[in-house]
Nanobody
Framework: QVQLVESGGGLVQAGGSLRLSCAAS????????MGWFRQAPGKEREFVAA?????YYANSVKGRFTISRDNAKNTVYLQMNSLKPEDTAVYYC???????????????WGQGTQVTVSS
């Protein structure tokens, strides 16, 4: 079992930055691939970024967001720069055995943190 808790969301103006954190616990969590997803009101949950031995990003955030992990601190981060109103969503951290952009590939999920970008 892996437990995930996100933090760092909030309200920010367009063009601003936020850093999301995902605190992980549980046996062997560092062996899991990690991902960030987001879900806006009325929309399906969508892939944002993933990290294994490399990183992978959705086209919509490439060049603006950076995913990283610090296994010593049991934490995964999502640095979000140049934020746009369309980035407004609940952001979820996920852990899975597959390195994937597919929702169903992930086994464990956090509760989510709200990010709101005002224009």
């Amino acid at each position: 079992q892996v437990q995930l808790v996100e933090s760092g969301g909030g309200l920010v103006q367009a063009g601003g930055s936020l850093r999301l954190s995902c605190a992980a616990s549980g046996r062997n969590w560092s062996y899991y691939n990690m991902g960030w997803f987001r879900q806006a009101p009325g929309k399906e949950r969508e892939f944002v970024a993933a990290i294994s031995w490399s990183t992978y990003y959705a086209n919509s955030v490439k060049g603006r967001f950076t995913i990283s992990r610090d296994n010593a601190k049991n934490t995964v981060y999502l640095q979000m720069n140049s934020l746009k109103p369309e980035d407004t969503a609940v952001y979820y951290c996920a852990a899975g055995q597959k390195y994937s952009s597919t929702y169903s590939a992930y086994d464990y999920w956090g509760q989510g943190t709200q990010v709101t970008v005002s224009s």
